[in-house]
């Protein structure tokens, strides 16, 4: 391209204060600059653009038709300036979420993300933790939500957010009028649990050391609502994190167990890959996910 839009500028400024020191004044620049700039623009044309009128430069009759031309280049231009910074500041994202994560708590991040920026997308995909970890290490994903602990050289596991699984069953269980449950009570029940490869399920074992060979693990299912509803049913008893069992504690069509022997505590962890670019999206994304955690 023969022409810049630095030499639009000056040209339109130019026209419109009809004298080259203002205009220059006006772009932040020196006159030199400003003129300079304006007489390579007709040079690299062989055209003339204004008529000297005393100390003013007045538009011929070339300037005014490219005028508006002018104008509205550089209003475009403009608009895609505004538009860049804009995607600069947020933009896409690509985020992985456990189910738990992804159920009860991504999807408010994700709206409060994209009511910030109309034009920016969250593409959220869930899975267990295991399958994050490898979406997140094959730079599918920005970021990822999870609920397990992972040591890998290539991810860096950033701490967000406390949780606690929490032991429960159906109202009309026979453990349901039990204060607390022992180690005897954990043997002797039928449980309905999470997958390996989850984050429940690793803190789930972890909790139940030393029991695990002797427990009856009726079935193991993916989805937290389907367990959910297993239990509500009357098949077994479960362990999940607090967070997807609120609303069902508040209807009271579960209840929640005491195990006061055992530690379900564990924590919400971002995970991202090192060599991965970590952009104002990606760390907006990140400061929404702690301030929802206040």
């Not at 453990?175 to 649990?193: G, N």
């Not at 970590?278 to 301030?291: A, K, M």
């Amino acid at each position: 391209m023969r022409y810049t839009l630095r030499q639009l500028e000056v040209f339109l400024a130019t026209a419109h204060f009809e004298n080259v020191s203002r205009a220059a004044e006006h772009l932040s620049m020196s006159q030199s600059a400003a003129s300079g700039a304006l007489k390579e623009l007709e040079s690299q044309f062989g055209i003339k653009l204004f008529e000297r009128a005393g100390k003013r430069l007045r538009l011929n009759e070339l300037g005014r038709q490219l005028w508006p031309r002018a104008e509205a280049l550089l209003g475009q231009a403009l608009e895609l300036q505004v538009s860049l910074l804009s995607h600069h500041d947020l933009g896409p994202i690509k985020v992985g979420a456990t189910l738990t994560i992804g159920n009860y708590l991504a999807v408010s991040i994700m709206a409060r993300y994209m009511a910030e920026q109309p034009d920016a997308r969250v593409k959220l995909e869930v899975a267990n933790t295991s399958a994050i970890v490898e979406r997140v290490l094959g730079f599918d994903l920005d970021v990822g939500l999870i609920e397990g602990e992972i040591n890998h050289p290539d991810l860096d596991l950033l701490p967000w957010r406390d949780d606690e699984l929490v032991v429960f069953c159906a109202p009309d269980h026979p453990l349901a009028a039990k204060k607390t449950l022992d180690d005897h009570d954990l043997r002797a029940a039928t449980w309905i649990v999470r997958e390996p490869g989850s984050g429940t399920r690793q803190t789930f074992e972890r909790a139940m050391h030393g029991l695990l060979p002797s427990l009856n693990l009726l079935l193991e299912l993916e989805h937290t609502e389907a367990i959910k509803r297993a239990v509500e049913t009357g098949l077994g008893i479960s362990c999940l994190s607090r967070v997807s069992l609120r609303e069902a504690f508040r209807r009271g069509s579960l209840v929640p167990l005491a195990v006061p022997e055992r530690d379900f505590s564990r924590q919400f962890y971002f995970v991202l890959h090192r060599q991965k670019h970590r952009s104002p999206g990606v760390e907006r994304w990140l400061q929404l996910c702690r301030e929802s955690s206040g």
